[in-house]
């Protein structure tokens, strides 16, 4: 012991510290160093990606009007900037779009290149050859960029026909069951989980409500396909058959279109023969109607701004009731972005459709209430920093993984099938023969699609 002690020198040890220390230093250097070095590596490959490969040319779009057109407009402006790609933008309310769309491609027109729709019009399109399908475009790495991460789209809200990808979904609007959670806390009612349950709901709200107040409230005009298909799928009924065939005059498709035409008739408001979305939503909005089941976009843009709504902060959210013969299913619409096969321009077309579906884009548009179709997004810390609806998100964020895309029936004369449809549900609402109009629908809907 007495010998270690002697040999201690605290100069020298001194000197040996520094010494020691400088090494570690050095060492830490150098790693920080090599860190950077595979950092800046990963960035120059990440920047390899070439936006400006079509630089100089000019497209053409057209898009529908809604509440995100605004971000939109700001998206292309910067995308002009990134790319040098000239984007002439079009914005038409989507009834017109969609008889301009048919003009235009059905002209054979090659000057429009990108365009935005709905799945429900998309098999008309494909049918027609109107849609460069996706595919290769999403894995050429020449074309899409690497951030782009197209898996992080649910496989469930990929637009695809015929095992092709036909568009790039950028938002959806599924539909849920919307109710007064304040009336149905004051007469004890239970969240319904089906029809029965809904009906009972129903009617203790139509015994309790004042005069002008209404239990239901849902579309019965020519838009009553989109909110109908909730119920008939949630009661395992069908348009078509797998082999493509309409047999929407089948039992639980019977069921479903009596079950909507009653609820209408018996429970929501005189005259819904004009009922659509807007008279749906003013219902809600004013608290003149307790119960619908609608898409939720709804809710984020009106129902739930004080701004807007009498009943902002007194609505539930649930599934559509499941019918006696189903369960409960999510109806999730989507919006697309197509690419003509008619363009002359489709890898410049493609540049835009890819960066309007970028992860920051869509959360643009998350942060002002859509509901994005990437998964990315509904992790996203900002997002869940504003998020005043979780009830209501959960259910959004579950459709992007269950949801049912093509709601509507799948035919490419959809726009000729729907008027033939709406019949058959008014015949509901009126409490006339329904087994009778459908099998009568079913034979119109067999000639569209044979001639």
Partial sequence: MFQVLSKFNPKQDEVKMKKFNLNILYRQMVLIFTCLTFLCVGSAWASDFNWRKYEGTTIRGMFSKSAFSAIVKKHIKQFEKLTGITVKAEYYPSAPIRRKLVMELGARNKDLDVFGGLM??????????????????VNNPALTHPDYDFDDFSPRTRPIIKGRLIAIGGSGN?????????LFQK??????????????????????????????VARMNKENTAPFGSFLYSNNGSWL??????????????????????????????????????????????????????????????????????VAGKLGYALTPAGPSGSSKIVLPINVTHISALSQKKEAAWFLVQYLTMKEQLMDN?????????????????????DKL????????????????????AISRFTEARPILQRV????YEGGDVQKKADEAVREIKKLITE
């Fill in 120 to 137: 429900k019009t998309a098999y008309q399109y494909d049918t027609a050859g109107w849609l460069e399908p996706l595919d290769k475009y």
């Fill in 174 to 182: 599924p539909q849920f069951l919307t109710y007064r959670k304040d």
């Fill in 187 to 216: 007469y004890n009612i239970q969240v319904p989980t089906t029809w029965s349950e809904l009906e009972a709901a129903a009617k203790i709200l139509k015994k309790n409500l004042p005069k002008g107040q209404f239990a239901w």
């Fill in 241 to 310: 058959d797998k082999n493509g065939k309409p047999n929407f005059n089948n039992r639980q498709s019977v069921e479903a279109l009596e079950f909507y035409g009653k609820m209408a008739r018996e429970y929501g408001p005189p005259g819904a023969a004009n009922i659509g979305w807007k008279e749906v939503v003013g219902a809600m909005a004013q608290g003149k109607a307790a119960m619908t089941v609608e898409i939720s976009i709804f809710a984020t843009l009106v129902w739930e701004n004080p701004k807007r709504s009498k």
């Fill in 366 to 386: 998350k942060l002002k209430g859509a509901i994005t179709l990437r998964g990315s997004n509904w992790q996203d810390p900002r997002w869940k920093a504003i």
């Fill in 390 to 409: 979780p009830e209501l998100s959960k259910l959004q964020a579950e459709a992007m993984k269950i949801g049912k895309v093509g709601y509507e029936i």
């Fill in 425 to 428: 549900l008014y015949t509901a």
